[in-house]
C-alpha cells in the first residue's frame, strides 16, 4: 500500500471522528445540557508574562492581545517572585526539593526536549525525560506539511510526499511540546505532542530574533538556491541557504515538513527577514546568552546555558544560568562518573530539557550525550534489547522519596525504579521498607531513551506476568486469553493488559461459524495457540481450530523443522486447480498437488475441500532456502495404517491378554501388551467396575507390572483399547455383544459403560466402539433435573436398545432398571470381585512398600477382633493405640463407642470394621453386640441388619444380635441411581438380608447375604424396642406434659424426653369447635396429657410425614388429644395428605384454624389438619370494601373460622377456601370485585373473586351519566358490583346503584335500555360516543344498544369529513340525542344531534367557523343545479350507497343492484382511517351479505360494474354523499305547495327531460345490448372500459364463453401502443379464469400475459387476484418465483412482505427483508428497510417496526423523509409517551435549520390536537430555546 492510499483511508477515519466530535459539539451549543456552562477549549493553562519583561520588547502588549496563545497567569503560580540586580527582571525560585518531571505534573503547553523512539507511516513514538513517552502525530507537524496532506489526499495526482520515517529516524532530538492530553482506552494517560513552530516559538517575536539564537523549524517550501523555513513566528521570513546546510543525517536535500534545528546568522528589516545556518557542530556549541534576550518566557528546551551550581542535594542539583534564573537538574540527569565535581559555585554547561511555563520550572540536565556536538542520542541500550526481562538478586543503591529508587542489576548496570513500580498499586507506600530488603527481583519494563537508563518495576504482579512482550510469545505455544471483542474479520483475544491478539475468522472453529456471537461471549476465558507473532509490529494471530490446538504432532515453526517423512497438522489456505495450499506456523507453507490430495482422484478440489479445513499433511520434499515446501494429504493417511498394520497382530477383541505397564498418565495405563510388546491404552475407568475401586488399582500399579486377564474391547488405526471390567469381559466372553452396527437390533441388551455426560442424556459406549445415546428421559425411573449427578464416567451399565437410525448409524438406548434384566448371580458377582481387586491393592502396597506395618494391616480382614488401648477419647470418636500395628491409625467412631466408658490408657476390645492399607488407617467398633460371641448362621435364615459403616461402594452391616458382620455393595443394580443424599445407605439403616452362603471362601470366611432396604413386617418385641433408636409407631398411646401453647400448635414434653406435637385441629372434638373460639387456648402450660400418635414429622425440614409404616417410627411424632381418638380404637387409620385432600368437596362448609396472613400475595393461610393448609384470596375474605385496608387485623392467629370449599386440586396441592358464605358467583347477585384496568373503549375491566373476571360498560357506571365517566376510578379499587350474566368466560357487570341496593336508589336518571322495544321514535336519550366514522356518530346508548346519527343528522354545519366531528367528539363524550326511527328487525336505532332536536347547543362550536347546511328552498336550487350535471341513473345508484344502513354491531349492509353482473370493482384509495375496532382496510370497498355471488374483482386503475360514470374522485364522491341526505332530509318533512313551487317543480321536471336525453347521447352512457356495444366499440376501439363493460355485461347473462371471445378480441383489436389498456384486458380475463376456469386455463392465459405485457406487473396483478381470493398457497408459490426472477426490482420484495405480513407470517417476512437486502443494491437497503417497518406497523407488529426504524434512523439520522415517516406511523399506532419521546429526539437532530422548523411545526400540531395547554406550552418553549441557541440563522 503506498504512503499516499495509506493516508488516504487514515484520514477518512480522522474526519469522520472530527466530524462526530464537532457534530456533537454542535449539538452541545443548540441544547447546552445541565450543570456549570464549560469554559470554551481555547484557554488552556498557559504562562502570562509579568509587566516587566516589556523591558525586553516594546510592541509586545500588541502582539500579544493578536496571538492565540496569547499566555495568562495570575502569578500565584510563581515560586515567591524574587527580583534580581534591581533591573526588573522575573526571576523564578529555586525548588524545594529536586524530583523528577512526573506524569501527574505535565500539562498541555510545557515543552520538552525528546527523542524519536520509532517511526510509523501516520506517528512518531517519542521518549521524553523522566522516562515519559508521547505521540506526535502525523497532523502536528507543520501547518505547510498538514496542507500538502490535504491536497494529496483531495487529488491523486500529486507528486508522492515525504512520508514520517523519511523526515524523522529514531535517536532524533528534537523540540516538542505538550499538545493534548488524552486519556487512552485502558485510563491511562497518552501525552500528544506537536513540533509546530508556531506552539514552540510562540513566544517569541520577530523583534525578539537576534543572530546566534538557536531555533527549531520545519521546511516550509523548497525554493531554488535553499528552503524557507517556518519558524512559527508572524511577519518574519526565514531563509537557508543550500550551502548553509551541512548534515551528516540528511545528505540529500531537505524536503517539506523536514524538522531542522538553525542557528540565526542575521537579522534584517527589523526581524521581518531572517538568514539561517544548519551546521550541526555550530549548533550544538552554540550557548544561549543573556544578551540574546532569552527569558523565562521564551525559554527553549534544547538550548545550552552556561551555569552555576548553587546547590547540592542528595536528589539533584539547583543551578543558577542566564543571569540567576533557576533551574533544577534531577539525579538521572547527573553525569554518572562525575558526581564528586559537583560542588557549590563550580560552573557547568547544561541543556535545558523541558520548560513548565505555567510555574517557571526549568529541567536541566548535564548529561554528555545532550551536550556534545551532533544531536542523536542512542535510542537502544547498548547491552541489547533487555525489555519485558525479570532480572534477580538487584541490589537497591539509593532511595529518592518524591521519584522512586535507583537499582543495581548484577552485571554492574543501573535501573530506574519510579516510586509507582515500588508497590502494588492498590497497596499503601512503605519505602522504607523496600529499601531495607538486600536483594530485589524486578522486570525491566522500558529503555529510556532521554535519561539513557532502563525503567524497572517491583510490582509482583508484573513480574508474574506470563507474557509482557510480544517477544515472550512463540509460534505453536498454546495460550489462555480473555475474548475482548467480536469483529467481522475476527476476535481480538487479550493475553494481558498490554497483550492482544487475533483469532482470524476461519480459525474461531474447526468450522466456519455463522454466528460466532453464539458461541463466543466478551470475558469468556479460552484456549488458544499461538499461529505467527510479529513482535515488531506487535501482530499476534491465534487460531482456536481444536485439531491444531490439541495436536500432539512436531509444529513446523519454520522451514528446517520440516523435513521430508515429517507429518504436522495445517490448515488450508487457498484452494487451487493444481492443488492446495497449506500453512502451518510463522507463515510456513506448502503445497500439496492435486495427485497427493487423496487415494481417490480429485478433480476439482473446490468442491471437497473448503479453505480452513485442518489436515495432516506429510512432507514430502522442503527447500529452506527457498522456502518451498511440497506435501501430501494422501502420505499422511496412508502412513497410519502402514504403523496400524503393523500392529496387527493376533490381538483380537474378546482375547484374554497380558499386558505390562510402561508408563502411568492421568486418564490411565500406557501398556504392551505381551508377548509381541504391542502397544496399547488401558484407562484408568476401565480397571474396575467399582469406580472407587479404579483410582487405588491405578495407585497401587507401577511400571514394569504385569496386569493379567485384561481383554481387548476396541482397535482402531490409532490403538488398541483394554478393559479389566470384570462385567465386561464376562460379555465379552460370553458374545453377549454386537460386533458391529448391522448386528445391532431394537431390544437387544448389552453391557457397556458411561462415556461422556451431556445435559440432554448419557453417551454410553460398547465394545467394539460402537456407541448410543440415552437420553434425560430414559435413564432412570426416577425424574431427574441435571444429569450429571445421576451417573460417574467409566460406571459400568446394562443398556436395552430402543431406536435405531439406519441412515446415520446412530442408537438410542435406555437404562431403566424397570426395562433392562439383570444377569443371574450378578450382584453377588459384583461383589465378590470387588473385594478381591481391593484384596490385590492391599497385597500390591504391602509388597512394593516392603514395610511391614502394611503386610501386617494386608493380613487383618473384617469382624477379626483386636486388644487395643485407649489414646484418646472424645464425644465424637476416639482413638486407639495397638502394639502390633504401630503407626496406624486406629479409630471408632461416635456411633461406634455408644454406650462405652472409655478413658485415655484403659484396654479395651474391638472389632474391625474396614482396613484402609493406602493411608495405614483401621476403623472399628466397640459396642458390646459387635463384640460379643459370634452365632452360627444357616443358609436361607432371615435377619435384620445394621449399616454399621460405609466405604464408598460397599456397607459393613451387622446381623441382629449374631455379633457377625458381612459386606453388601451399596446399590444392588448396576443402573442403580441415587438422586440425593437420603436415597443412599447410611450408617445406622436397617435392612432386611436373607443368607445365602454363611461363611463364603472368596468373602475371607464372611457370609454373603442378599438384602433389600425396608424390614420386613413382624410383631415389634419389647427388648427391640429398648434397643432401637428412639421414636413413636402409629397409633402408640403416650403421656406427657404441655411445654408450650402456640395459636396453631403445642409442643408436648413426652416421658422419655423427646417433644411431640399437637395440631390446633387435634386439641377439641370437631362437633364442639365454635366460630371464633381458640381451641389451643383451654389448655395450660404444664398440664399433664395422654396423647396418641398420628403421624410424624421430619425433624430437619419439620415436613409433615404421611402416616405410613407400622414398623416406621418419628422422630417428632404428631399427637392427638381427641377423646374420641384415645380410645383404643383399632380402627385409627392412616390417612395421606392426598386422601385426606381428596375427601373435601367443592361448597362444603369445613371449620379450619387461622395460621397466618401472606401480605406479598393478599391471602390468608388457614390449615384445617396437620398435614392440610389452605388458602383463601383477599375478595373471598371481606365483604365490604372498607375491610380491605387492614385485612390482617380480621382475623387473629389460631381462631376457628367456618369456610366453605372453593377448589381442591391434590396435584400441584391447591385447596382455596371462601369466608363470605359463598363460593362461586351466582347470576343477578352482588359481589365484591377489584378494577384491574380502565379501556376508554370497553369501560371497566374488573378481578372478581373466584378466578373471575368481569366488565363495567360506561352506561352501566351510574344512573345519572357523568360528562367523563371514567374518572375516579383507579387500578386496584375495590368496589362492589352487580353480576348480569355471564358470556363468553366474563361477567357483565354494573355500578347502577339501581342494582346494588333498589330499595334505596333514586329513580334513575338515564334508566338501563335493555332491548330496543323500550325505545320510542321522538324520545329524548342521552348515550355516550362510541366513535365517528363516514357513517355518522356511532353513540352507546346501553350495554348492547348502539345507535346512530348520520353526519346530517349530527350537526347544522356543512361538514366536508368526519375527521372534523371526531376532532370535537372523542370516544365517551356525553351527548343528548332524539330519536328518529327504529329498525326492530334490524336492532338499528337512528339518532339525531342537531339542535332542533335536541334543544341542546350544535356539537361543533361556532368557532370553526364552518358554512351552515342549506335546507328548504335554497337546497332544492342547489340539488336541481347538480342533477343537470349528474345522470339519473348515477343519481340513484348514490341514493342507495349514501342510504347504506348500519347494524348495531357495524357491520356494513348494501342492498345489492339486481342487475349485478358479480364483479365488483374498486378504486385504490387512500388508506381507510375509522376509528373503529376493525382493522383499516386499503380501499373502500362496498361490502356485501353472505347471499352475494362471489365477485370478480379488478384492482387496476378502471373499474366495471353498474353506473361506470359515478366513481369520481373521493372529495367528490363525498360531496354528493351529503347533498343527496340532505335531498332526503327535505323531503321527509311534508309541507304543502305553493304555486310558485309547482311552476319551479314543473320547470325541473322539464331540465331533467332535457338531461336525460343530453345523457342518451353521452357515448359514457352503458349500453344495454350487444349491438349497442359493437356500435361504441367502433368508435373508440382502444377503450379498455368498452370492452371490460362488455364483458361484464356477457357475465350478467354468465355467458362465460362469450365473455372470453370479447377478451380475445379486445386483445387482438386494442393497438400495441396503448400497454395499459392492454394490460387491463389482461387482468380481467385473468380474473374470469381465476373465478369462473379451471386451474389450466388459468396458467395458460398467464403465459400468454407474460408474452404480450411487461411481466413484473402480470405476475404482480395475479398475486393479488390469488390473494383476493384467498389462494394462499398459490400466491405464495408465485411471490416466490417472482423474487427469483425479479430480484432486483424493489417493488417485488415489498408486495411479498405485504403480503406474508396479511397472513400473519411475521418470521418469514423478516427472513424475506434479510434475503431482499443481499439481493439489492445497498443504496437501496435504507428504503427498503422503512417500507417493511411501515408494513410491520400497518399489519404485522408494531413493535418492531419500531426497532426496525430505530436502527435505521441510528444509522442515517438526517433522513429527515423517514423521520417523517417514522412520526406519522407512530402518531397512529403508538402512546403519547412515545410520540413525545420521539417528537424530542427528532428537533434535536443535526439538520438543516429549515428542517428543524418542519418537525416543530408537527410537534405543535400534534400537541394541540392531543395534548395539554401545558405541553404545547412546553413544545413552544423548545422551540425558542432552539432560536436562541441558533441565534439569528433560525429567527431568519
Not at 1028 to 1033: F, H, I, N, T
Not at 1435 to 1453: I, L, N, R
Not at 1755 to 1784: C, N
Amino acid at each position: 500500500m503506498s504512503f499516499s492510499s495509506g493516508l488516504r483511508s487514515w484520514r477518512v477515519a480522522e474526519q469522520h471522528t472530527s466530524e462526530t466530535t464537532s457534530n456533537m459539539a454542535s449539538v452541545e451549543e443548540d441544547f447546552p445540557r445541565g450543570g456549570t456552562a464549560k469554559k470554551p477549549t481555547e484557554s488552556k493553562i498557559v504562562v502570562q508574562r509579568t509587566e516587566v519583561d516589556n523591558l525586553f520588547q516594546s510592541n509586545e502588549k500588541a502582539e500579544t492581545k493578536k496571538r492565540k496563545g496569547a499566555v495568562k497567569d495570575d502569578g500565584k503560580k510563581l515560586k515567591k517572585p524574587k527580583t534580581g540586580k534591581g533591573d526588573g527582571l522575573t526571576l523564578n525560585a529555586a525548588a524545594k526539593c529536586v524530583e523528577i518531571l512526573h506524569m501527574k505534573n505535565v500539562k498541555e503547553g510545557i515543552l520538552m526536549l525528546g527523542c524519536v523512539k520509532e517511526v510509523t507511516d501516520f506517528e512518531v513514538t517519542v521518549s521524553l525525560p523522566c522516562g515519559m513517552q508521547g505521540f506526535l502525530s502525523i497532523r502536528n507537524i507543520c501547518d505547510s506539511y498538514t496542507k500538502l496532506l490535504s491536497e494529496q489526499l483531495e487529488s491523486a495526482d500529486t507528486e508522492e510526499i515525504c512520508s514520517l520515517p523519511h523526515i524523522f529516524y529514531p535517536g532524533m532530538v528534537f523540540r516538542c511540546v505538550v499538545a493534548k492530553l488524552d486519556v487512552a482506552r485502558g485510563g491511562s494517560l497518552s501525552i500528544q505532542l506537536s513540533i509546530n513552530p508556531k506552539l514552540i516559538n510562540k513566544a517569541l517575536t520577530s523583534t525578539s530574533l537576534k543572530a546566534g539564537m538557536v531555533l527549531s523549524g520545519c521546511v516550509e517550501s523548497v525554493e531554488d538556491h535553499g528552503y524557507i523555513v517556518d519558524i512559527g513566528i508572524n511577519g518574519t521570513k526565514a531563509f537557508l541557504h543550500k550551502k548553509a546546510v551541512k548534515d551528516k543525517h540528511n545528505p540529500e536535500d531537505l524536503t517539506v515538513g523536514q524538522y531542522v534545528t538553525s542557528q540565526v546568522e542575521e537579522v534584517k528589516n527589523d526581524g521581518r527577514v531572517v538568514r539561517l545556518s544548519v551546521s550541526p557542530p555550530a549548533v550544538a556549541q552554540a550557548c544561549a546568552e543573556s544578551e540574546q534576550g532569552w527569558n523565562l518566557t521564551n525559554l527553549l528546551p534544547g538550548l545550552l546555558v552556561k551555569a552555576t551550581i548553587k546547590k547540592v542535594t542528595k536528589h539533584g542539583l539547583i543551578l543558577d544560568f542566564l543571569s540567576s534564573f533557576s533551574g533544577q537538574v534531577d539525579f538521572l540527569h547527573m553525569e554518572p562518573g562525575q558526581t564528586s565535581s559537583y560542588t557549590e559555585g563550580a560552573e557547568v554547561r547544561a541543556c535545558v530539557l523541558y520548560v513548565e511555563p505555567s510555574t517557571r520550572l526549568v529541567g536541566l540536565s548535564l548529561r554528555s550525550y545532550l551536550l556534545q556536538p551532533g544531536t542523536r542520542v542512542d535510542p537502544s541500550p547498548a547491552g541489547g534489547d533487555r525489555i519485558g526481562e525479570v532480572v534477580q538478586n538487584c541490589k537497591m543503591t539509593t532511595m529518592h522519596h518524591m521519584s522512586g529508587a535507583m537499582l543495581e542489576l548484577p552485571d554492574k548496570t543501573l535501573a530506574f525504579v519510579h516510586r509507582n513500580h515500588l508497590k502494588e498499586s492498590n497497596e499503601p507506600a512503605n519505602e522504607n521498607r523496600v529499601l531495607a530488603m538486600t536483594e530485589h527481583t524486578c522486570r525491566i519494563l522500558d529503555f529510556s531513551a532521554m535519561d539513557q537508563i532502563h525503567f524497572a518495576s517491583l510490582r509482583k504482579s508484573v513480574i508474574d506476568k506470563r507474557f509482557y512482550r510480544y517477544h515472550d510469545l512463540q509460534a505453536g505455544q498454546v495460550v489462555e486469553g480473555t475474548v475482548s471483542v467480536l469483529l467481522n474479520h475476527g476476535m481480538v483475544v487479550h493475553l494481558s493488559d498490554h497483550i492482544k491478539g487475533l483469532v482470524p475468522r476461519t480459525h474461531l472453529s474447526d468450522i466456519l461459524l455463522k454466528n460466532p456471537e453464539k458461541k463466543y461471549i466478551e470475558g469468556m476465558k479460552i484456549k488458544c495457540r499461538v499461529l505467527s507473532v510479529d513482535a515488531e509490529n506487535k501482530k499476534l494471530y491465534l487460531t482456536r481450530k481444536k485439531a491444531l490446538v490439541e495436536s500432539s504432532l512436531p509444529l513446523f515453526l519454520s522451514y528446517a523443522d520440516a523435513r521430508p517423512g515429517c507429518v504436522s497438522h495445517g490448515y488450508i489456505v487457498c484452494i487451487k486447480d493444481f492443488g492446495c495450499i497449506v500453512r502451518f506456523y510463522n507463515n510456513v507453507k506448502g503445497l500439496v498437488p492435486l495427485s497427493e490430495l487423496s487415494s481417490e482422484p480429485v478433480i476439482s478440489p473446490e468442491e471437497v475441500f473448503y479453505v480452513g479445513q485442518v489436515f495432516k499433511a506429510k512432507v514430502l520434499q522442503c527447500d529452506p532456502d527457498k522456502a518451498k515446501m511440497l506435501l501430501s494429504f494422501k502420505a499422511a493417511a496412508e502412513g497410519d495404517t502402514e504403523e496400524a498394520a503393523t500392529a496387527q497382530f493376533d490381538c483380537e477383541v474378546g482375547k484374554r491378554l497380558e499386558a505390562k505397564v510402561l508408563k502411568k498418565s492421568v486418564n490411565g495405563l500406557e501398556v504392551a501388551v505381551l508377548p509381541d510388546e504391542v502397544r496399547a491404552v488401558l484407562p484408568t475407568m476401565h480397571l474396575s467396575d467399582h469406580i472407587s475401586n479404579c483410582p487405588l488399582l491405578w495407585e497401587s500399579l507401577q511400571e514394569g507390572d504385569v496386569i493379567s486377564n485384561v481383554m481387548c474391547f476396541n482397535k482402531n488405526k490409532q490403538n488398541i483399547t483394554l478393559t479389566k471390567k470384570p462385567t465386561v469381559r464376562w460379555s465379552l466372553e460370553e458374545g453377549v455383544v454386537a460386533k458391529d452396527f448391522s448386528e445391532i437390533t431394537v431390544g437387544m441388551q448389552l453391557i457397556g459403560w458411561i462415556k461422556n455426560i451431556m445435559s440432554y442424556g448419557v453417551f454410553v459406549e460398547f465394545p467394539y466402539g460402537l456407541v448410543g445415546l440415552a437420553p434425560k428421559s430414559a435413564m432412570t425411573d426416577k425424574f431427574i433435573s441435571d444429569t450429571i449427578t445421576v451417573f460417574q464416567p467409566g460406571q459400568t451399565v446394562l443398556a436395552k436398545v430402543t431406536n435405531l437410525d439406519e441412515e446415520k448409524r446412530r442408537f438410542l438406548v435406555t437404562l431403566k432398571m424397570s426395562e433392562v434384566i439383570s444377569p443371574e448371580g450378578d450382584v453377588q458377582t459384583r461383589l465378590i470381585n470387588g473385594l478381591q481387586e481391593r484384596k490385590a491393592v492391599a497385597e500390591m502396597l504391602a509388597v512394593r512398600e516392603n514395610s511391614d506395618l502394611r503386610q501386617q494391616l494386608a493380613a487383618l480382614s473384617i469382624g477379626q477382633k483386636l486388644k487395643l488401648t485407649v489414646d484418646t477419647a472424645k464425644d465424637c470418636a476416639a482413638t486407639f493405640k495397638s502394639d502390633d500395628l504401630a503407626g496406624a491409625t486406629i479409630l471408632a467412631t461416635k456411633h461406634h463407642v455408644m454406650g462405652v466408658n472409655l478413658t485415655p490408657g484403659q484396654k479395651a476390645t474391638a472389632v474391625i470394621l474396614r482396613v484402609d492399607v493406602l493411608s495405614s488407617c483401621v476403623h472399628v467398633s466397640l459396642l458390646p453386640k459387635l463384640v460379643a460371641k459370634k452365632k452360627s448362621l444357616a443358609e436361607g435364615s432371615k435377619y435384620t441388619a445394621m449399616v454399621q459403616h460405609i466405604d464408598r461402594d460397599f456397607a459393613i452391616i451387622s446381623l441382629e444380635d449374631t455379633a457377625q458382620l458381612t459386606v453388601i455393595q451399596t446399590s444392588s443394580h448396576l443402573n442403580e441411581t441415587f438422586l440425593s443424599e437420603s436415597e443412599k445407605l447410611k450408617a445406622g439403616m436397617c435392612l432386611a438380608v436373607e443368607v445365602i452362603e454363611p461363611s463364603c471362601q472368596e468373602l475371607q470366611g464372611l457370609s454373603l447375604v442378599s438384602w433389600q432396604r425396608t424390614a420386613p413386617n413382624r410383631q415389634r418385641t419389647t427388648s427391640e424396642n429398648q434397643t432401637s433408636s428412639k421414636g413413636y409407631c402409629f397409633g402408640e398411646i403416650v403421656r406427657g406434659k404441655v411445654r408450650t401453647v402456640k395459636p396453631t400448635s403445642l409442643q408436648v414434653t413426652l416421658e422419655d424426653g423427646s417433644t411431640g406435637s399437637v395440631h390446633v385441629s387435634e386439641v377439641v372434638e370437631g362437633a364442639d369447635v365454635c366460630q371464633g373460639s381458640f381451641p389451643t387456648a383451654s389448655v395450660k402450660v404444664g398440664s399433664a396429657v395422654t396423647a396418641r400418635v398420628i403421624g410424624g414429622r421430619e425433624a430437619s425440614s419439620h415436613r409433615y410425614l404421611p402416616f405410613s409404616h407400622p414398623k416406621f417410627t418419628y422422630t417428632i411424632p404428631e399427637l392427638t388429644l381427641i377423646p374420641s381418638k384415645l380410645d383404643k380404637c383399632p380402627d385409627l387409620k392412616a390417612v395421606t395428605v392426598k386422601e385426606k385432600i381428596n375427601s373435601y368437596k367443592v361448597g362444603e362448609e369445613v371449620t379450619c384454624f387461622v395460621s397466618k396472613f401472606n401480605p406479598v400475595r393478599k391471602m390468608l393461610e388457614v390449615t384445617t389438619d396437620p398435614c392440610v393448609t389452605g388458602m383463601v384470596e383477599l375478595l373471598a375474605m371481606i365483604t365490604d370494601p372498607k375491610e380491605a385496608s387492614h385485612p390482617e387485623k380480621l382475623y387473629k392467629l389460631g381462631q376457628a373460622v367456618h369456610a366453605k370449599v372453593v377448589e381442591v386440586i391434590s396435584k400441584p396441592q391447591r385447596f382455596m377456601l371462601s369466608l363470605t358464605g359463598v363460593h362461586k358467583l351466582e347470576k343477578d347477585s352482588v359481589s365484591l370485585g377489584m378494577v384491574t384496568n380502565i379501556q376508554p373503549q370497553v369501560g371497566l375491566l374488573v378481578k372478581l373473586p373466584f378466578g373471575g373476571m368481569g366488565t363495567v360498560d360506561v352506561t352501566d357506571l351510574a344512573d345519572a351519566y357523568r360528562p367523563n365517566p371514567l374518572d375516579g376510578y383507579s387500578k386496584d379499587k375495590l368496589l362492589r358490583f352487580f353480576l348480569f350474566g355471564e358470556e363468553k368466560g366474563k361477567w357483565q357487570l354494573s355500578l347502577r346503584p339501581s342494582r346494588l341496593n333498589p330499595q334505596q336508589a333514586k329513580p334513575a336518571k338515564d334508566p338501563e335500555v335493555l332491548s330496543v322495544d323500550q325505545l320510542k321514535a321522538g324520545q329524548i336519550i342521552r348515550g355516550y360516543v362510541k366513535s365517528v366514522g363516514e357513517q355518522g356518530v356511532f353513540i352507546r346508548l346501553s350495554r348492547s344498544i348502539t345507535g346512530r346519527a348520520q353526519l346530517q343528522q349530527s350537526t347544522k354545519y356543512f361538514v366536508n369529513h368526519h375527521k372534523v366531528l371526531s376532532e370535537h367528539l372523542t370516544p365517551n363524550t356525553l351527548l343528548t340525542t332524539k330519536i328518529l326511527s327504529i329498525d326492530k328487525e334490524e336492532e338499528l336505532v337512528h339518532l339525531s344531534l342537531l339542535p332542533e332536536d335536541t334543544g341542546k347547543p350544535d356539537v361543533l362550536p361556532e368557532s370553526l367557523g364552518l358554512p351552515l347546511r342549506l335546507i328548504g328552498e335554497e337546497k332544492k336550487e342547489h340539488d336541481t343545479k347538480k342533477k343537470m350535471k349528474r345522470a339519473a341513473s348515477e343519481s340513484e345508484q348514490k341514493q342507495e350507497e349514501s342510504q347504506v344502513p348500519k347494524k348495531k354491531k357495524k357491520t356494513k349492509k348494501a342492498k345489492t343492484d339486481d342487475s349485478d353482473s358479480g364483479v365488483e370493482v374498486y378504486f385504490r384509495e387512500e388508506e381507510d382511517k375509522e376509528v373503529e375496532e376493525e382493522p383499516t382496510s386499503n380501499s373502500v370497498k362496498v361490502m356485501h351479505s353472505s347471499a352475494d355471488p362471489c365477485r370478480l374483482q379488478v384492482a387496476a386503475g378502471f373499474s366495471w360494474d353498474v353506473g361506470l360514470s359515478s366513481l369520481k374522485p373521493a372529495s367528490a364522491a363525498q360531496e354528493g354523499d351529503s347533498s343527496d341526505g340532505e335531498d332526503q332530509d327535505g323531503s321527509s318533512k311534508p309541507q304543502k305547495k305553493s304555486r310558485h313551487e309547482l311552476e319551479q317543480e314543473k320547470k325541473a321536471a322539464e331540465k331533467a327531460l332535457v338531461q336525460r336525453e343530453t345523457e342518451l347521447m353521452d357515448p359514457n352512457l352503458r349500453p344495454q345490448d350487444a349491438a349497442a356495444f359493437e356500435r361504441l366499440l367502433l368508435a373508440s376501439p382502444n377503450s379498455s372500459l368498452l370492452w371490460l363493460q362488455y364483458m361484464a355485461h356477457h357475465l350478467q347473462a354468465t355467458q362465460i364463453e362469450q365473455a372470453r371471445a370479447v377478451a380475445e378480441r379486445a386483445i387482438k383489436t386494442i393497438s400495441f401502443r396503448e400497454e395499459q389498456e392492454k394490460l387491463n384486458v389482461w387482468v380481467a380475463l385473468l380474473n374470469l379464469e381465476n373465478m369462473y376456469g379451471t386451474e389450466e386455463s388459468l396458467k395458460k392465459v398467464f403465459e400468454r400475459a407474460l408474452q404480450f405485457c411487461e411481466p413484473m406487473p402480470v405476475y404482480q396483478q395475479l398475486a393479488d387476484i390469488y390473494a383476493k381470493s384467498d389462494k394462499t398457497k398459490e400466491a405464495e408459490g408465485l411471490y416466490k418465483t417472482m423474487v427469483k426472477r425479479f430480484r432486483q426490482n424493489k417493488a417485488v420484495w415489498l408486495s411479498y412482505g405485504t403480503f406474508l405480513l396479511q397472513q400473519g407470517q411475521s418470521d418469514a417476512a423478516s427472513a424475506l427483508l434479510q434475503r431482499a437486502l443481499k439481493s439489492l443494491p445497498s443504496k437501496e437497503s435504507v428504503d427498503v428497510i422503512a417500507k417493511f417497518a411501515q408494513l410491520e406497523f400497518r399489519y404485522g407488529d408494531s413493535e418492531k417496526g419500531r426497532t426496525m426504524f430505530d436502527k435505521v434512523l441510528t444509522s442515517y439520522p438526517k433522513r429527515t423523509d423517514l423521520w417523517s415517516v417514522f412520526i406519522d406511523l407512530m402518531v397512529k399506532h403508538g402512546s403519547q409517551k412515545e410520540v413525545r419521546a420521539l417528537f424530542d429526539r427528532v428537533i434535536h437532530l443535526s439538520v438543516s435549520i429549515k428542517k428543524i422548523k418542519f418537525f416543530f411545526k408537527r410537534y405543535l400540531e400534534y400537541e394541540k390536537k392531543h395534548g395539554t395547554p401545558q405541553s404545547i406550552q412546553a413544545v413552544k418553549e423548545k422551540a425558542i430555546e432552539f432560536v436562541e441557541a441558533k441565534g439569528t440563522e433560525a429567527a431568519n
